[in-house]
C-alpha cells in the first residue's frame, strides 16, 4: 500500500476539484479501466431499464456454475440477486470502471450481480441518482423470475457514494413500504458529515480520497442547501433506522469515511439491526477494487472473502 500511494500521489494530475465534471470522469476512466476482466463468467450482458426519466442502463453479472456455484447457493430461481452501485462521490464512476468488483463479487458468491447506471450530478443532482436506484430495486423485484432470483432475497450493495446510495434506497423503500430488502453490503459509505470525525482530520490528504475532493463531490451532488439535512442525502441523520436490513459496513483505516461508517454501522446496531463491522486498518479508500494488476492487494481479495460470507451467512 505506502508503494502504491508514493506512486499514486507522485502522478502529475489536478485534483477533482481543479477540474470540471466531465474531465474529472475522464481522468478516473483512464485510472480505473484497462486490460481484460479479471474474472470470466457464464454471461455479461449490457441492457436498459425504464426509470423515472428515461432509460437505465444497467449490466447483469450471471456466475453460472463457475466458482461460488449454484451447487452451493441453492437451486435457480431461488438465488439472491445483489444489486450494486458503483462509487464515484455521486460524479464519477460508472458499470465500466466498476466491472471487476462486479464480476468478482458474482463468481466468489455465486449470486446474478446488477450494476445499475444511475444518473450523475451536477447534470442531475440529489435525488435523481437516488430516484434511480430505487427505481432499479422496484425492477429487480419485478423481474426476479426472469432472472432465476428470489425476489425476497435482494441485497443492495455499493462503495463510497455507491453505498451512501444503497442504504439510502432501504431507507427509502422501508419509508414507502417498497420492495423487500434482504441485506445491505455497504464499502466505506458515505452516511452523514464526515467533517465531523477523527478520520476526516486524520486522513483528509494523501490517502487517495482528500478532504477537498470531498467537498467538491458533495457540492456537486446536492444542488440546493436544503438538501444538506435531507435523510434520504445522508440516512446517518434519520432519527429512526430501525426496520432496516442487516447490514456489512467495511471500512478503511487510512480513509476520511472511515469514522462515518463506523457511525452508521453504531446507529444501526443500536436500532436494533444486525450489523457486522469490519474495519480493514491498513488499506486507503478505494482498497475494494483494487483486486487486479498493476495494483493487486490480498488485503481486498480478503475483504471479499469477508463480504461474501456475511451474505452466505445472512442469505442461505
Known amino acids: 500500500m505506502k508503494t502504491f500511494l508514493e506512486l499514486y500521489n507522485s502522478l502529475d494530475t489536478p485534483s477533482f476539484d481543479e477540474v470540471s465534471a466531465e474531465e474529472a470522469r475522464r481522468m478516473f476512466d483512464k485510472m480505473q479501466i484497462g486490460g481484460d476482466p479479471v474474472v470470466a463468467l457464464e454471461s455479461v450482458e449490457d441492457?436498459?431499464?425504464d426509470g423515472p426519466n428515461g432509460e437505465i442502463p444497467i449490466r447483469i453479472y450471471e456466475p453460472g456454475t463457475g466458482d461460488g456455484s449454484s451447487d452451493d447457493t441453492g437451486a435457480e430461481g431461488d438465488r439472491p440477486l445483489i444489486l450494486y452501485f458503483h462509487g464515484g462521490g455521486w460524479v464519477i464512476g460508472s458499470v465500466e470502471t466498476h466491472d471487476d468488483t462486479c464480476r468478482k463479487l458474482a463468481a466468489d458468491s455465486g449470486y446474478p450481480v446488477v450494476s445499475v447506471d444511475y444518473r450523475l450530478a451536477p447534470e442531475h443532482p440529489f435525488p435523481a441518482g437516488l430516484e434511480d436506484c430505487y427505481a432499479a430495486l422496484e425492477w429487480a423485484e419485478d423481474a426476479a423470475p426472469a432472472l432465476e432470483t428470489d425476489s425476497g432475497r435482494i441485497v443492495l450493495a455499493g462503495d463510497s457514494a455507491g453505498g451512501n446510495l444503497?442504504?439510502?434506497t432501504a431507507l427509502l423503500s422501508r419509508d414507502r413500504g417498497g420492495p423487500e430488502v434482504a441485506y445491505q453490503l455497504l464499502v466505506y459509505p458515505g452516511t452523514g458529515d464526515p467533517a465531523e470525525t477523527d478520520s476526516y482530520e486524520e486522513n483528509g490528504e494523501g490517502y487517495v480520497l482528500s478532504a477537498d475532493d470531498m467537498s467538491w463531490f458533495r457540492e456537486q451532488y446536492l444542488g440546493r442547501e436544503i438538501d444538506q439535512g435531507n435523510v434520504?442525502?445522508?440516512?446517518?441523520?434519520?432519527?429512526?433506522?430501525?426496520g432496516l436490513p442487516p447490514a456489512t459496513v467495511l471500512t478503511a483505516g487510512f480513509d476520511p469515511l472511515r469514522d462515518d461508517g463506523a457511525a452508521y454501522a453504531k446507529r444501526l446496531e443500536d436500532a436494533g439491526v444486525s450489523v457486522t463491522y469490519r474495519n480493514y486498518d491498513d488499506m486507503v479508500h478505494g482498497f475494494f477494487g483494487m483486486i487486479s494488476e498493476p495494483v493487486n492487494l490480498d488485503r481486498a481479495h480478503a475483504a471479499h472473502e469477508d463480504a461474501v460470507s456475511d451474505l452466505r451467512r445472512a442469505l442461505e
Open 232 to 242: 434520504y442525502a445522508w440516512p446517518r441523520l434519520a432519527n429512526d433506522l430501525s
Open 47 to 49: 441492457r436498459t431499464i
Open 166 to 168: 444503497a442504504t439510502a
